[in-house]
């Protein structure tokens, strides 16, 4: 676990040297109360509803963190929280969680993708800086299965059922900070999960937004 809690750090701040472009107003950050350094990425999938990876909640302590919707202008209180229960922390298997807003973010929300986009399909991880700014880094997506296939780095012990992977063609960029949302025709089709940067042929590994749609509907 405290490797884990390493990794997300020197991610988070890999991810700031990412370009700047004009706000994705869903994209929020997950934060402590104390600070307003982003600890997780997030995506507003309802007025209320926020999406975002089991980690940022199993390794933190989710009774202290706030929602940060349009770099800050609105600060939101949690009304309640959930992940996965069948979220694994080795394999990283079904790592969904779901942050219950105290009230409405006055921000645009993204919808759910029904279906994992096929390889080659491009995607925008997004991610909001610990300096105000929001990142964003263009992706091709692989499947899970060719991701698996040992040819971005990983092997089919390691993609498993809930996870899809992108790849970031420039080697200076970086995918986002866990629980971000990785976009692809305007659809949210994943949440920055593991595996690294995405770059020099190393896929990034991401949450299968599709395959979990059961648990977000069950859970909402
Ligand atoms: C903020 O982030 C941007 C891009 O991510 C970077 O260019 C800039 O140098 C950063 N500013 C500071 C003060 O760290
Ligand atoms: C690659 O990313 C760096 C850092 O954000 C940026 O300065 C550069 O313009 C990008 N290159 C391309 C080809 O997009
Ligand atoms: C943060 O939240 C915790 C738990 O609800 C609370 O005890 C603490 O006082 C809060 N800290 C701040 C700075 O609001
Ligand atoms: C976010 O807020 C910070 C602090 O007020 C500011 O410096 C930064 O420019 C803002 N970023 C955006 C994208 O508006």
Redesign the pocket.
Known sequence: MNQLIVCSFLLAIASSYAA?VP?ASYVVSVQGNDSSDPICGGALIGEKTVLTTAQCLAFYDPEQLVVSVN??TQIIKLAGYTFDAAFDFVTMENNIGLLKLSEPANADIIDLAQQQPATGASGVSYSWGA????NSVDVELISTSDCGSGDYGWSEDEVLNTMVCGLVKNSSSCVGRFGSPVVSDNKLVGLTAWGGCGTNGQAAVFTDVPSLLSWINSSL
């Open positions: 700047v706000a770099n800050g300096n105000g700014t929001l």
